[in-house]
């Protein structure tokens, strides 16, 4: 079977740090593009950053840009999103997805909540 699992999600402070984590199993990373999208109640699906398949290219949204870095160990199939100096709007579901034109895979999302 065919799938990512995003995992590291939680609840954290303001100016805390999370690092979540996109496990694939079935198939292997390494010639996928991997984005990062976020998801708030009430709000679109935007995107968050995206790295490439050999992880020396990254973009980041405005938003996050010098807060969030992706990184990947192709070796481990995994690709990371390390979150630092989070905010109250940071908080949404997170979603990582294997891009390679048609074939695209999504995870199931994780939850990150930032509050007080």
């Known amino acids: 079977q065919l799938q990512l699992v995003e995992s590291g999600g939680g609840l954290v402070q303001p100016g805390g740090s999370l690092r979540l984590s996109c496990a694939a199993s079935?198939?292997?990373?390494?010639?996928?593009?991997i984005g990062w999208f976020r998801q708030a109640p009430g709000k679109e699906r935007e995107g968050v950053s995206c790295?490439?398949?050999?992880?020396?290219?990254?973009n980041y949204a405005y938003s996050v840009k010098g807060r969030f870095t992706s990184s990947r160990d192709n070796a481990k199939n995994t690709v990371y999103l390390q979150m630092n100096s989070l905010k109250a709007e940071d908080t949404a579901v997170y979603y990582c997805?294997?891009?390679?034109?048609?074939?695209?895979?999504w995870g199931q999302g994780t939850q990150v909540t930032v509050s007080s």
């Open positions: 790295i490439s398949s050999s992880g020396g290219s990254t």
């Open positions: 079935g198939f292997t990373l390494d010639s996928y593009v």
């Open positions: 997805a294997a891009l390679r034109g048609s074939n695209n895979y």
